[in-house]
């Protein structure tokens, strides 16, 4: 659900120097927080019960228990800009369709989704998760731009395919590098992963750019959230209780996410200084998590920080042998790795993303346009009724 609202928010943000909401296209790129079926689509890796349960009722290739916020994006796109509610609401509209995902007639007319669970800003190597990388990615975009220009002079494939005009036009997202931090855990110190951070941003910034070459004009950047709220690494690297901060989370972790996130935002600046007829737009999702996972009760959670699906019990319920939906023999024992009877009540959902109704808060929040830089909370051009 937080993959749907979010997405809603990238679609209408004001933006400095626009009052234009009604983008025609939005070409997302990232990594599991936003990968609607790219991963899966690769036949790189299969997904089963009980992910996509609360709305699909079956997996959908969606990292989560409900819908990516580029699902909920997409089908927005198309509702007009005058009925708020009503854009909430459409949720019988076509889905954002993943670049790889070719079965069945894909819509790419209102843009496309590059995103892969487990990429990463740096290029992949022999060991990544997801061999599709920003730079990848990127590569995608363009080949995939340079088809519709050839099946433009056709047209036949005008309902399936961007207008030629719509690359300049529309929205482009970026929520990646969580990877890129958390991965380099396992093989480096704390001190090799803070001064690698401006390696990986320049990366970014270069594919950032040769999108800008491509027309690329509408920027709507994601920062990375506590990473050492996460179970995953929690079960991994806090077994030391001096390594954990007063929340429970790891420190280190912390550290550098917040330290990535201030140079991608010193980034975001230096983006719109270079390239004077851009947009873009900054946006805190650090802050955002780290006040829900503080104060979870205060928003009807229970769990801050154990997972809802996954095996092992208090404290995080996770553990790296046997992840959520999987059943594996333990110690000569079969065990499952089960969701919780009720995910309402934990603000994670597999030890590594955020449930339905967590990420319901953060969309929410980010909505509000207060975690936004710019901030837009005097611009927006809807009314939103606010859960939380």
């Not at 972790?253 to 270079?274: E, I, P, S, V």
């Amino acid at each position: 659900m937080f993959l749907h609202f979010l997405f809603l928010a990238s679609i209408f943000t004001p933006y400095v120097k626009s009052t234009d909401f009604n983008y025609p296209a939005v070409f997302n790129f990232g990594d599991s927080n936003s990968d609607t079926g790219e991963l899966v689509a690769s036949g790189l890796e299969s997904m089963g019960p009980p992910y996509g349960q609360t709305y699909f009722q079956k997996p959908s290739g969606r990292y989560c228990d409900d819908l990516a916020n580029v699902s909920f994006g997409s089908s927005l796109v198309r509702s007009p800009v005058t009925d708020t509610m009503q854009m909430v609401d459409a949720m019988d509209l076509p889905f954002l369709n993943p670049y790889l995902d070719a079965v069945g007639a894909p819509m790419f007319r209102r843009g496309n989704n590059f995103a892969a669970a487990g990429s990463t800003i740096l290029p992949a190597t022999a060991t990544s998760v997801s061999p599709f990388s920003f730079g990848i990615q990127v590569v995608q975009f363009l080949r995939f731009k340079n088809k519709v220009k050839d099946l433009a002079k056709s047209r036949k494939f005008d309902k399936y395919i961007p207008g030629q005009d719509f690359f300049g036009k529309a929205l482009y997202m970026f929520d990646i590098g969580q990877n890129d931090l958390a991965g380099a855990f396992y093989s480096k110190t704390l001190d090799q992963i803070l001064a690698s951070i401006p390696y990986i941003l320049q990366e970014f910034e270069a594919g950032i750019k040769k999108l800008y070459d491509e027309g690329a004009r509408y920027f709507w950047i994601h920062n990375t959230g506590p990473l050492g709220c996460l179970p995953q690494n929690i079960a991994k690297f806090g077994s030391d209780p001096t390594k954990l901060d007063s929340l429970g989370c790891v420190s280190a972790h912390n550290q550098a996410a917040q330290l990535f996130n201030l140079q991608l935002h010193a980034l975001t600046k230096k983006l719109m200084g270079q390239y004077g007829d851009t947009n873009v737009t900054y946006v805190d999702i650090y802050k955002v998590k780290s006040n829900l996972i503080s104060n979870y009760s205060r928003y009807g959670f229970e769990q801050p920080i154990m997972a809802c699906c996954g095996y092992g019990g208090a404290p995080v319920n996770y553990d790296s042998r046997v992840v959520c939906g999987q059943t594996k023999i333990i110690n000569g024992t079969s065990v499952t790795a089960n969701a919780c009877d009720d995910s309402t009540e934990y603000i994670n959902w597999d030890g590594i993303h955020y449930s339905e109704a967590a990420n319901e808060y953060v969309s929410a929040q980010i909505l509000t346009g207060k975690y936004s830089d710019p901030p837009f909370s005097d611009k927006m051009p809807f009314l939103i009724k606010l859960k939380f």
